[in-house]
C-alpha cells in the first residue's frame, strides 16, 4: 500500500515542478494583471510554492518507496529501525530542499543550519544526546524491539525506539512481581543508554537466562535424597531443551576470554540457615517462561517431598 502511495507522490512531484517550470517560463500572471505580494512578483510566489510542494511530494514519496522496498524482507525489529533511519535522512533532506527552495540561497542556507546547529546544541543538550543514543542503539544495538531489557530501575518489553526515547511495556514495577506485565507503558530517554547500565534478557540472539527455585527443609532431611528428587524433576520437566540451550551458551562463551564451568543439567546448591537448610535448584530456562517455569517445578518437587516424609522434613518454628 505504501509503495503505489510514493509512486503516486512522486508523479504529483514531477507535477508540481513541472508547473512550476511553466510559470517561471511563461510568467502568466502577470499577463493576468494579478496583483504583486510586496517585491515578489506573482509568477515567481507561485514558482516557489510549486517548488515548495514538489520538494515535499517528492521527499514524501521517496520515502513511501524506499520503506516499502526496503522492508520487503525485513523481520520486524529490522522494518522499525529502517523507518525511523529512512524518517530521519529524508526529512533533512526535505528541509533543506524546501529552506533552499524558499531562500534561493543554498549555500547559506547550509551555513545557516551549521551556525543554528551549533546553537541548538547548547540549548537542547538533553533531547540532543538522546539523538545521540538513538544513533549509538542503530549502530551497536544493545537492545531492539522485542527484548526485554533493564534500564536502571525500570524493567519492560521494547514495543518502540524513536529518536528520543525507548517505549517499554513494563514488567514488575510496583504494581506487580515475578517479571508479570504491569499494563504500564514507561517511555525512557534515549540517552539513557549512554548514561548508566542496560541488561537485555536476550542479547545476541540468546533468550536463556540461569534461574533459581529455592526450597527450605529441616536439618533431618535426606539431603542426597532431596537434591536428587529435585534435580530429577527439573530433568524430566526441561527435557532436552536445556541441554540445547547449555550447547549455545557453551557456544557464546567460547566467543569471549571468560572461562566458566557451565552445568548441562539442573544442579542443586545447599546453604545453611539457622534453622533450617536452604536447597536452590538452578537451571537454564527461556526469560519469558521463567515464572511459569518455577511455579510448576515448585508444585512437582512440592509433591515429591510430601511423597516421602520419612526422608524429607519441613522446618518448624524452633530455636537452634
Known sequence: MRRPIGYVSVAAALVAAA????????TPLADLSVPALGDISPDAAATTLLLAVAVVLAANGAYFVVYALAVRRASKRRA?????VLRLGFGALALIGLLGVLTDQWVGVLVS?????????????????????????????PYAVGDRVQMSEVSGDVIEVDFFVTTLWEINGPLVSTNQPSGRVVTVPNS?????????????????VWNELSMQVAYETDLAFARERMTGVADDYLGDEM???????????ADTAVELEVAERPSVNVVQRESWVELRLRYLVHHRRS???????YERVLVEFNA?????????????
Open 80 to 84: 522499525h529501525d529502517l523507518r525511523n
Open 243 to 253: 541441554a540445547d540451550a547449555v550447547d549455545r551458551y557453551r557456544d557464546r562463551l
Open 308 to 320: 516421602a516424609p520419612d526422608r524429607v522434613a519441613f522446618p518448624v518454628s524452633r530455636s537452634r
Open 19 to 26: 508547473a512550476a517550470g511553466f510559470v517561471r517560463a511563461t
Open 113 to 141: 543550519l551549521g551556525v543554528v546547529g551549533f546553537a541548538i546544541t547548547f540549548a537542547l543538550q538533553q533531547p540532543l544526546l538522546s539523538l545521540v543514543g538513538w544513533f549509538y542503539l542503530m549502530l551497536k544495538r
Open 192 to 208: 539513557q543508554v549512554l548514561s548508566s547500565e542496560v541488561v537485555n534478557f536476550s542479547g545476541d540472539g540468546f533468550p536463556y
Open 291 to 297: 515464572t511459569r517455569v518455577r511455579n510448576d517445578l
